[in-house]
């Protein structure tokens, strides 16, 4: 029994010391693969199991952060530790079996509800903006079935629905093509019905997730430097509004991390923006916090 425990113990010690030997290694490389880019105030990382709830997406209530995870989500503080909310199955079984619903991707925040984006990853034909509970993060029984893959809809999303952006102001929500989107697919926030397409000048490519601020919408992206996009509604127009990390080679996918979804919340020391990545080890996530430019 001694000799259990003894190796019980060695196999800890040397797993948390490799996780030791990664954390330092994946921190090194995430500053190398940054470079001279637009610098973020402050970055509040999460490494280990725990990144993997806060590996997809992030929202905020104004209040709390709340990050979508592969099939979770989380509310947490702004202290980025103390956990308020956890739903750690949080794709409604009845999603699953009517439509192979397996991947929570970029979440919104509007009027006390969590705007999810759910697909049936790789398959592609059932993507789905679900709705739950801003305080307990509880699935409300309200979700709309979007059309997907061989519906021959003219806003059919053809490689799943990897995000989902609310606009309060204007009571529509926002969702686009996974690769190269030419235009936005606006649905009503209370019936969830379509509304409308919006054209956009020139296509923005692996979007990831998306948050309004002052009248134009901000588009985070996976792209080869993992740029934000401001994005006119009324005109389509789109300017790149900052890099996150330096030009990648594109042959090499997600080389140097992973960029991933993006909320918007003024705070105390300046910044506004605040992104998610994560790190180049897939090890951590990372929320920075960008000022306005």
């Given at each position: 029994?001694?000799e259990?425990n003894?190796l019980?113990?060695?196999?800890k010690?040397l797993?948390?010391g ?5 954390t330092v290694?994946?921190?090194s ?5 940054a ?5 973020p105030v ?11 709830e806060?590996?997809?997406?992030v ?5 709390a952060w709340?990050?979508?995870?592969r099939h ?9 530790e103390t ?6 199955h949080?794709i409604p ?8 619903s ?6 919104s925040?509007?009027d006390?509800?969590v705007y ?8 592609w ?7 739950f509970?801003g305080q307990?993060?509880?699935y409300t029984?309200?979700?709309v079935?979007?059309?997907g893959?061989d519906?021959?809809s ?12 609310c ?16 235009a936005?697919?606006?649905y009503?926030?209370d019936t969830?019905?379509?509304?409308k397409t ?6 923005v490519?692996r979007i990831q997730?998306?948050e309004?601020?002052c009248?134009?919408?901000?588009a985070?992206t ?5 740029a934000v996009?401001?994005i006119?509604l ?8 900052f890099d ?5 080679p594109?042959?090499?996918d997600?080389?140097g ?7 918007v ?5 300046g910044?506004v923006?605040?992104a998610?990545t994560i ?8 929320l920075s ?5």
């Amino acid at each position: 029994m001694n000799e259990i425990n003894f190796l019980r113990k060695s196999i800890k010690v040397l797993l948390f010391g490799l996780l030791g030997v990664l954390t330092v290694v994946s921190g090194s490389l995430n500053r190398l693969f940054a470079g001279d880019v637009y610098a973020p105030v402050t970055v509040d990382r999460t490494v280990g199991f725990e990144a993997i709830e806060r590996s997809q997406g992030v929202t905020t209530d104004g209040s709390a952060w709340i990050f979508s995870g592969r099939h979770s989500l989380v509310k947490v503080s702004f202290d980025n530790e103390t956990v308020l909310a956890l739903q750690k199955h949080a794709i409604p079984q009845e999603l699953s079996d009517l439509y192979g619903s397996a991947h929570i991707g970029g979440i919104s925040y509007a009027d006390g509800l969590v705007y999810a984006a759910i697909e049936d990853s790789k398959v592609w034909r059932n993507p789905i903006v679900a709705l739950f509970d801003g305080q307990t993060l509880a699935y409300t029984g309200r979700y709309v079935l979007l059309p997907g893959k061989d519906s021959g809809s003219d806003h059919a999303l053809t490689r799943g629905v990897p995000w989902v952006a609310c606009n309060p102001e204007s009571g529509l929500f926002y969702v686009a093509q996974c690769r190269n989107a030419d235009a936005l697919f606006a649905y009503d926030l209370d019936t969830l019905d379509y509304v409308k397409t919006i054209p956009l000048q020139s296509a923005v490519d692996r979007i990831q997730g998306a948050e309004m601020y002052c009248g134009k919408l901000y588009a985070a992206t996976n792209d080869a430097t993992r740029a934000v996009y401001e994005i006119d509604l009324a005109g389509g127009k789109v300017e790149k509004y900052f890099d996150r990390i330096l030009y990648q080679p594109k042959w090499i996918d997600n080389f140097g991390g992973e960029g991933e979804d993006i909320t918007v919340l003024p705070m105390e020391d300046g910044s506004v923006f605040h992104a998610l990545t994560i790190g180049a080890l897939f090890i951590d996530a990372n929320l920075s916090h960008y000022k306005a430019r």
